[in-house]
């Protein structure tokens, strides 16, 4: 069981999407400010941390890419165990989704958080809220 604790508020998981939205400061930025900046309430897979490293490495500064990193780490991080892999594959069979989908869906799902995301792949799970991009 995970020693995480809901506030007021709820825990919120961010899919990665939801992250590079936030650190570019694009007009879909603030659809997850409140999610992002709810550090007491943020859970964050490690697989996000690789995902956003990943992308925006690609076109910033590691120095920059390092400062983004760190605030991510001001949520509670959540390794990806044994136990948790196999829940990922469970979801992943389930609901179609790839690995990294599936591992951050199911994380959000084990704390009974919301998964606020912007990828098609999760419109109408449970526990989700989708933010369609126009």
């Given at each position: 069981?995970?020693?995480?604790?809901?506030?007021?508020?709820?825990?919120?998981?961010v899919?990665?999407?939801?992250?590079?939205?936030?650190?570019?400061?694009?007009?879909?930025?603030?659809?997850?400010?409140?999610?992002?900046?709810?550090?007491?309430?943020?859970?964050?897979?490690?697989?996000?941390?690789?995902?956003?490293c990943?992308?925006?490495?690609?076109s910033?500064?590691?120095?920059?890419v390092?400062?983004c990193?760190d605030?991510?780490?001001?949520?509670?991080?959540?390794?990806?165990?044994?136990?948790?892999?196999?829940?990922a594959?469970?979801?992943?069979?389930?609901?179609?989704?790839?690995?990294?989908?599936?591992?951050?869906?199911?994380i959000?799902?084990?704390?009974?958080?919301?998964?606020w995301?912007?990828?098609?792949?999760?419109?109408?799970?449970?526990?989700?809220?989708?933010?369609?991009?126009?």
């Amino acid at each position: 069981m995970s020693s995480i604790e809901a506030g007021p508020g709820g825990l919120n998981v961010v899919d990665s999407s939801g992250w590079i939205e936030y650190f570019q400061d694009s007009p879909r930025a603030d659809l997850f400010a409140a999610a992002v900046e709810d550090r007491a309430h943020l859970v964050v897979p490690t697989i996000a941390l690789f995902e956003v490293c990943k992308i925006l490495s690609r076109s910033l500064d590691a120095t920059v890419v390092d400062t983004c990193l760190d605030v991510m780490r001001m949520g509670q991080v959540v390794d990806l165990t044994d136990a948790r892999a196999i829940a990922a594959a469970k979801a992943s069979r389930a609901h179609g989704l790839a690995l990294a989908d599936a591992a951050m869906y199911s994380i959000a799902r084990e704390h009974g958080a919301t998964f606020w995301t912007q990828d098609v792949d999760y419109q109408g799970l449970p526990g989700v809220e989708y933010l369609a991009k126009a």
